[in-house]
């Protein structure tokens, strides 16, 4: 390594299982990162909670309780966040910055709901915010939104970003098994946390849905505006039906304009051609779906979680700060020229499946198809099987509003012949 580098200090605040990794490669590719960075990168600070912990690999000396000595060091030039949450997370990063440090963060809560004020303070203090592992963990999709596909049009997003989801539904998919069960093993294998809720209900994609929306179409989003649904009322009879329609159910951040130059962002589970690309996404897998006006339609595969795969995402963002640093340069600032409006969740258009349990006689079906006509709901498919008296009855929609579905949903539960009406999924990624 040339030794007339210059210096730049790095200082990280958490060494859970993703600054672990980070702490790992910084040491052993110190050479490799340096040489691309054009500085000597060193590791001097890490702020954790309980040093006591055993953390091979790492030199115990480095370790610190006191998270503001990190963040007001002023030898250290590149913040590492990497401890979750929002406070002190919050409060440590807007120090680091107007303290003149870069900041790279895996923090996507944080992003998701304080993301303005951060920007707002990055640019005044003339630092980097970097924040590529806060989505999809390995998988570069915020670099290629924020500078790649700047000179284009992005129409729409479609994103498999959790990867505890996508892991239950794979399984429940191929093996027939029940979400419960299923939940049980991705918690027994330490992809879901022991309170999965995050997870399952949708609040981690939310997050991520808000960070994409926001970069690609140059608005400020947050996790407030996004309609999310878990998939925790997803059942086996739901996962059967996709499957004999040839379809798979999958949870998806989705992120799209609307005619009216709008946004829709959404979570949701979504019923999805198996010959659509996400929909041969597996197990714990992510994906990020983008469709530009001029570049067409391009994917992102890869690693969304776990130590090794995130820190790559964290040190990609390390050295590209660090060049800018070096150079005396800045990467590109929050864009939120467009203040577009979000669309409430009541007038998203999409196509439905409705599955429901009817009495099995004469006038059903025309009183059924009536209550979707009189909301104004175009029927494209019905599929009816026969148990006994009782029918189950699979209809497919076409393109409603939100709002014209649940005021027909709410029609049907209250027919005398209507047994039940037992889900409502979205159907995505098929001809209108
Ligand atoms: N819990 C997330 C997932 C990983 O299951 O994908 C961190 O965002």
């Not at 649904?229 to 609307?258: C, F, P, W």
């Amino acid at each position: 390594m040339n030794s007339a580098l210059p210096v730049l200090k790095i200082g990280m605040l958490g060494a859970g299982v993703v600054g672990g990794q980070v702490a790992r490669l910084l040491s052993e590719d110190q050479r490799e990162l340096s040489t691309r960075s054009g500085a000597r990168l060193v590791l001097t600070k890490i702020a954790v909670r309980d040093i006591s912990v055993a953390r091979p690999g790492i030199d115990p000396s480095l370790f610190t309780t006191d998270a503001d000595s990190v963040v007001n060091d002023p030898e250290i030039d590149i913040v590492i966040e990497v401890m979750g949450g929002i406070e002190p997370a919050r409060t440590l990063i807007l120090a680091a910055i107007a303290n003149g440090k870069s900041v790279v963060t895996a923090n996507k809560a944080l992003l998701a709901t304080h993301g303005a004020d951060l920007y707002g303070a990055a640019d005044k203090a003339g630092v980097d915010l970097y924040y590529e592992a806060a989505v999809a963990g390995a998988i570069p999709i915020l670099r290629p939104l924020r500078e790649s596909l700047v000179g284009d049009h992005v129409t729409r997003i479609m994103g498999i970003v959790n990867g505890t989801t996508n892991f239950i539904l794979t399984k429940m998919d191929e093996e027939g098994r029940a979400f419960g069960e299923v939940l049980a093993e991705a918690q027994a294998l330490g992809y879901a946390e022991a309170d999965p809720t995050a997870d399952i209900e949708g609040f981690d994609a939310a997050a991520k849905a808000a960070i994409l929306a926001g970069l690609a179409f140059h608005t400020r989003v947050t996790a407030a505006d996004v309609h999310r649904e878990g998939i925790s009322q997803i059942t086996s009879a739901d996962v059967a039906v996709a499957k004999s329609m040839n379809h798979v159910i999958k949870l998806l951040a989705i992120a799209e304009l609307t005619p009216a130059d709008q946004i829709s962002v959404r979570v949701h589970p979504v019923l999805l051609p198996r010959n659509h690309p996400l929909a041969s996404v597996r197990d714990a897998f992510n994906a990020v779906f983008v469709e530009a006006e001029s570049a067409g339609e391009l994917m992102f595969y890869g690693r969304g979680a776990g130590g090794a795969p995130t820190a790559s995402a964290v040190l990609g963002d390390v050295v590209a700060v660090a060049r800018h640093r070096t150079g005396g340069a800045v990467g590109p600032r929050e864009s939120d020229y467009a203040d577009r409006a979000i669309v409430p969740i009541g007038q998203t258009n999409t196509k439905y499946l409705i599955r429901l349990n009817v009495a099995d006689k004469s006038g059903v079906l025309a009183a059924i198809a009536q209550a979707f006509a009189t909301e104004n709901v175009s029927i494209q498919t019905v599929r009816q099987t026969g148990r006994g008296s009782d029918a189950e009855l699979i209809v497919v929609t076409h393109n409603a509003t939100e709002a014209a579905l649940a005021a027909t949903v709410n029609r049907l539960s209250q027919m005398d012949m209507v047994t039940s009406v037992d889900s409502v999924i979205r159907v995505e990624g098929s001809p209108q």
